[in-house]
């Protein structure tokens, strides 16, 4: 890596951390709006339904053996969140299910 890719990732580390910081300066010192607490509540289960359509679109249902390791897969994140509400356990144990799945099957 040169100095000019070095430089290129610090100005987008700078930049996603300005605007990540960015609404907690705007809300500073005034009531948070209904409409952003809303969009708090609801995007973060809109973002995972999104994924795991995007995930699973191109995944073949129909034939013979495909999407027997995705589903299982999804079984197990779904189990594994509902039962311990850890996103990120559920989210490494699928993707290691998934990933044992695809090579053994």
């Known amino acids: 890596m040169n100095w000019l890719d ?6 987008m580390a700078l930049v996603t951390f300005l605007l990540r910081l960015l609404p907690f300066i ?3 010192n ?5 409409y952003v607490e809303y969009l708090g509540n609801v995007l973060p289960f809109s973002v995972m339904a999104m994924l795991v359509v ?7 249902f129909l034939s013979a053996g495909h999407g027997i390791p995705e589903l299982i897969s999804v079984v197990i994140v779904a189990a594994l969140h ?4 850890n ?11 998934y990933m044992i799945l695809i090579r053994i099957m």
């Open 6 to 11: 070095m430089v290129r990732v610090g100005i």
């Open 26 to 28: 705007a809300f500073r």
């Open 30 to 34: 005034k009531q948070i709006p209904k």
């Open 54 to 60: 995007y995930c699973l679109k191109s995944v073949n």
């Open 82 to 85: 509902i039962w311990k509400k």
């Open 87 to 97: 996103t990120v356990l559920s989210v490494v144990l699928g993707t290691v299910c």
